[in-house]
């Protein structure tokens, strides 16, 4: 997982750079180096001998043209870089499909004499963790009370038994999960295992999305876990 963050951040980060250095280049684009250097043989050609071109003058003009050249070479760089690192994210995303993610969101998919499995990250001590778990029309089919708990993750498992004792139909359900902290209920966030179905590769550059058999949709970078 800290391969998968880190090339996200990579990747965020080297768009960005390219972003910048693109728009700095768009700016250029109406004097090439080809453009610069005519213009500027044909401003010594044309100088007046009485009144010659100031070196200092002359050396700026360099000086802006080695710029402009080093802006373009950098840009460059960096397209090859976001491209790698696209690519290289493109070939982890399409690893993961028909594996199960932790994922943030707390929706799940219920099959068939199945469960839905996560862990929901507590900021700080609770005497009182609560879990609500809803169906796809916001109905409350089960509360579960998992009782106090301290400061990280608290994982959970909920069998798709509702609070009567029959079992619920198989479809989509979000767990939400409450905490009693210093006296209040406070809602916390919770992360569910689902199975990755397929990947969308953006063709913009972007990060690739997996596509998840709860239904949701979410950029590689969100992914917590691999089961």
């Not at 010594?44 to 070196?55: E, S």
């Not at 050396?59 to 491209?83: C, H, P, R, Y």
């Amino acid at each position: 997982m800290d391969q998968l963050s880190l090339d996200s951040t990579l990747a965020a980060s080297a768009q960005s750079n390219v972003n910048t250095a693109a728009a700095v280049g768009e700016s250029a684009k109406a004097l090439g180096q080809a453009d610069f250097i005519e213009l500027l043989v044909a401003q010594i050609k044309n100088q007046d001998p009485t009144k010659p071109l100031d070196p200092s003058q002359f050396m700026s003009q360099l000086a802006q043209f080695s710029t402009v050249n080093g802006i373009q070479e950098m840009k460059d760089s960096f397209d090859s870089l976001a491209g790698r690192l696209s690519s290289e994210q493109s070939l982890q995303a399409a690893g993961l499909v028909g594996r199960d993610v932790l994922v943030p969101g707390g929706l799940g998919l219920l099959t068939v004499g199945g469960s839905i499995s996560g862990q929901v990250d507590l900021p700080q001590l609770t005497s009182q963790l609560n879990l609500r778990v809803m169906d796809e029309y916001g109905v409350e089919v089960r509360h579960l009370s998992l009782g106090g708990n301290g400061e990280g993750s608290v994982q959970f498992q909920w069998d798709g038994i509702a609070d009567d004792g029959s079992s619920v139909l198989p479809g989509r359900y979000r767990v939400i999960a409450e905490a009693l902290i210093d006296g209040e209920l406070q809602a916390v966030e919770t992360s569910v295992d689902t199975r990755v179905a397929s990947v969308t590769l953006n063709q913009n550059g972007s990060a690739p999305l997996l596509n998840l058999e709860s239904g949701d949709s979410m950029p590689l970078s969100n992914v917590q876990k691999i089961r």
